[in-house]
């Protein structure tokens, strides 16, 4: 069966840090393009961050320098290190799937709340 | 960075209605072009992708249009369950998501 499940979330203090874990089932992570999504509370979609299935990675401008996307193939898992949080980070992260870099993601996790609060 | 801007915001119609919805990029994204919809407390589900194309699975009353910077999503006939947000993204550099709009099935 096809499928993601994210874990990790919780809360965290204000410039704590937090790692996400995506676990995929069904699919080779390094095959396909993964990436987080986050939704602030009744808010829209944001896209956060991407890892390419030849390895490279990118960043929304609200996260960079201090999210880091990474996948560890042995694992089938991506992760996604937070670092630096800020109260505007606070929101639900999904982990989705697309087969191409420049496809729709078709396949989505059931998301990880995060939230920064002191 | 690429921008999204979709309108209408939000909607109301009935069932059976037509209803569209539209997609304006900031700079030409050729056809990296994705709807999806998403229903309260559930994960998006992909619609259409490169601008026209049904994913697997989605009814045919779905269609898009569109190239360059101007996109639409179409619902020939509304129905009870089409009650969603709908939301547009560009995966031509990066990924981008419009701001999404909110179809209330009357």
């Known amino acids: 069966e096809v499928q993601i499940v994210e874990t990790g979330g919780g809360m965290i203090q204000p410039a704590g840090s937090l790692r996400l874990s995506c676990a995929v089932s069904g699919f080779i992570v390094s095959g396909n393009y993964m990436s987080w999504v986050r939704q602030a509370p009744g808010k829209g979609l944001e896209w956060v961050s991407g890892i390419y299935s030849g390895g490279n990675v990118h960043y929304s401008d609200s996260v960079k320098g201090r999210f880091t996307i990474s996948r560890d193939n042995s694992k089938n898992t991506v992760y996604l290190q937070m670092t630096s949080l800020r109260a505007e980070d606070t929101g639900v992260y999904y982990c989705a799937s697309a087969k191409g870099a420049g496809d729709g993601s078709d396949i989505w996790g059931q998301g990880t709340l995060v939230t920064v609060s002191s | 960075d690429i921008q999204m801007t979709q309108s209408p915001s939000s909607l109301s119609a009935s069932v059976g209605d037509r209803v569209t919805i539209t997609c304006r990029a900031s700079q030409s994204i050729t056809t990296y072009l994705n709807w999806y919809h998403q229903r309260p407390g559930s994960a998006p589900k992909l619609l259409i992708y490169?601008?026209?194309s049904l994913h697997t699975g989605v009814p045919s009353r779905f269609s898009g249009s569109g190239s360059g910077t101007d996109f639409t999503l179409t619902i020939s006939s509304l129905k009870p369950e089409d009650s969603a947000t709908y939301y547009c993204?560009?995966?031509?550099?990066?990924?981008?998501f419009g701001q999404g709009t909110k179809v209330e099935v009357k």
């Open positions: 490169a601008a026209s």
């Open positions: 993204q560009q995966s031509y550099s990066g990924r981008t």
